[in-house]
């Protein structure tokens, strides 16, 4: 038998913020692949579009009408999940059949009045004023004393279910803490109590270390290629010192912040010179009144996209019974993706 090499042969690898195994089967990249490659249709979309609800000066399907914003804008979703009134109740019969009301608040923000931008298109100075609006908003929404978890998040194209190309993200906060935080919370507390450090602190020293899955780096931020990624271009935002939340960072580390999310995105687009869809977030401490050292404040991006435009992976089967299986390894991509340039492609034409 040949000696065991995990960049050649099947293996599971083992996600320590979650705790969860994924299986990777790097030999079978050298499958042929036989789908159809796509071309697809690059539409060019206005700066602004009198039917969306988004673009400033625009009435909305709840009848509110947008302000005529110029850099940034939230609102309260007309849709929401989770809303602040609800009555307080509990649903038990047996150990069988549990339910619990759930009080909480969902908004809407937009990254740019720019109907036709996204992030990769934005400058570093208009991101930033997208980062100013999360900090505050988090700060803000967590300090409602019903709400313990805030998870601000970004779905990018249609294929992520996103109605509306309009560039713009989501909050909600919520008075549990949904699933995985609650898990990345319990791995990052039992590393914290053994080590006294964060999980994310020194798994990303020993990233920079070996270089190998980074992506972009600058003097407070990284973006890298997870050792357990899921998704086949999967990638995760690290703050190099360890903040629980976007609150603790100073001037220059959200500007940080800005420039690792424009230069991943960009990495993104250019992959297969479309735009990239994915679906991003932060994950930041709990808002629950208590102390969380612990908590390395991260935003995780899963693309579906696999070979192309149009080829996307599928968690079904094996994935949906057992557990997430991906071919092309965490390394592979992380390669692919430096090789890209840094010019966004639609600059280049
Ligand atoms: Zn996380």
């Known amino acids: ?60 399907a709840g009848g509110k009408t947008n302000p005529d914003y ?80 805030v998870q601000i998040f970004e779905n990018k194209g ?51 270390e070996s270089g190998e899955r980074i992506l972009v780096e600058n003097d407070y931020f990284v973006a890298l290629v997870p050792f357990w990624a899921t998704w086949p271009y999967e ?7 360890a903040v629980g939340s976007l609150t603790g960072l100073s001037d220059e580390e959200r500007n940080g912040l800005a420039d690792c999310y424009k230069k991943l995105t960009v990495m993104y687009d250019n992959l297969f010179e479309t735009s990239f869809p994915y679906s991003a977030g932060l994950h930041q401490a709990p808002t629950d009144g208590n102390d969380h050292p612990e908590w390395h404040l991260h935003m995780h991006f899963y693309p579906p996209l696999l070979r192309s435009a149009t080829v996307k992976k599928f968690m079904v089967g094996y994935e949906m019974m057992a557990n997430p299986q991906r071919d092309i390894t965490a390394e592979q991509s992380a390669e692919k993706l430096r090789s890209l340039s840094k010019i966004h492609y639609k600059l280049n034409q």
């Open 1 to 60: 038998m040949e000696k065991f090499e995990f960049t050649e042969h099947s293996h599971r690898r083992y996600n320590p913020l979650t705790g969860d195994w994924i299986l990777v089967s790097p030999h079978r990249t050298k499958r042929p692949w036989q789908g159809k490659v796509e071309k697809v249709n690059q539409e060019k979309r206005p700066e602004y579009d009198p039917k969306c609800y988004l673009c400033p000066g625009n009435e909305r």
């Open 70 to 149: 110029k850099d940034t804008f939230v609102f309260q979703n007309d849709f929401s999940a989770l809303l602040p009134e609800v009555p307080e109740g509990e649903f038990t019969k047996g150990e069988l059949f549990r339910a619990k009301s759930e009080q909480g608040i969902c908004k809407v923000i937009c990254f740019s009045p720019r109907h036709d931008l996204t992030i990769p298109e934005m400058d570093v100075k208009s991101i930033r004023k997208v980062v100013d609006l999360w900090t505050k908003e988090y700060e803000e929404i967590g300090k409602l004393d019903y709400i313990k978890h």
């Open 158 to 208: 249609d294929i992520m279910g996103c109605s509306n190309p309009h560039p713009h993200g989501q909050i909600w906060g919520q008075e549990s803490i949904p699933t995985e935080p609650a898990k990345e919370l319990a791995k990052q507390a039992e590393y914290y109590k053994k080590h006294g450090k964060t999980l994310l602190g020194d798994y990303l020293e020993q990233e920079i």
């Open 235 to 241: 990638a995760m935002i690290l703050s190099k010192r």
